[in-house]
């Protein structure tokens, strides 16, 4: 299952905050810049949302400015489909793998640090790939607007694509 992980502060000095924002098993970082209301990945041209999926990766993330919705699916979860919401300052979203995942920025965007976790087989080009939810029966399931409601963290509920 995914988690929010908090983090601490360490020191303060006047006007200035210090805190430890390790990943222990992290071996790769990721800084992911939106602009505007991004979405990541892009929905296709017919409108279909796309997730990504990381087989051999665990993503741990933290807003750095502005704030990320993000949807996540993993068929192995008692409850498939979630909604969290993350803000700048405030956890960090692991995200295990072999969970299709996407998210969309704010209107005034996002800058996200990814303290990845990657198996040291694995490859970026392996683990960015990008899934259209209309060719995967399962997970287009899930997410319509006809499936029942996610389970949504941190945010007022909005989902569902175009049946």
């Known amino acids: 299952m995914f988690e929010l992980i908090s983090y601490e502060r360490f020191r303060d000095t006047p006007k200035v905050r210090f805190f430890d924002i390790t990943i222990p098993a992290s071996n790769a970082r990721d800084l992911v810049y939106h602009e505007g209301p991004a979405i990541s990945p892009h929905n296709t041209a017919d409108d279909f949302w796309q997730f990504y999926l990381h087989p051999n990766q665990e993503d741990n993330l933290l807003a750095l400015s502005g ?17 969290v919401r993350l803000e700048a300052g405030k956890e960090i979203l692991r ?29 970026i ?33 909005r989902w569902g694509h175009a049946a």
């Open 67 to 83: 704030g990320r919705t993000f949807y996540l699916v993993n068929f192995q979860w008692e409850k498939s489909f979630h909604i």
């Open 95 to 123: 995200i295990p793998p072999g969970t299709f995942h996407r998210s969309i920025s704010d209107a005034d965007g996002s800058v996200v640090l990814n303290q990845a976790v990657r198996a040291v087989e694995t490859t």
């Open 125 to 157: 080009q392996k683990e960015f790939r990008v899934y259209n939810s209309k060719e995967i029966p399962k997970l287009y399931e899930v997410t319509s607007s006809k499936a029942s409601p996610p389970k949504v963290h941190n945010l007022t509920p």
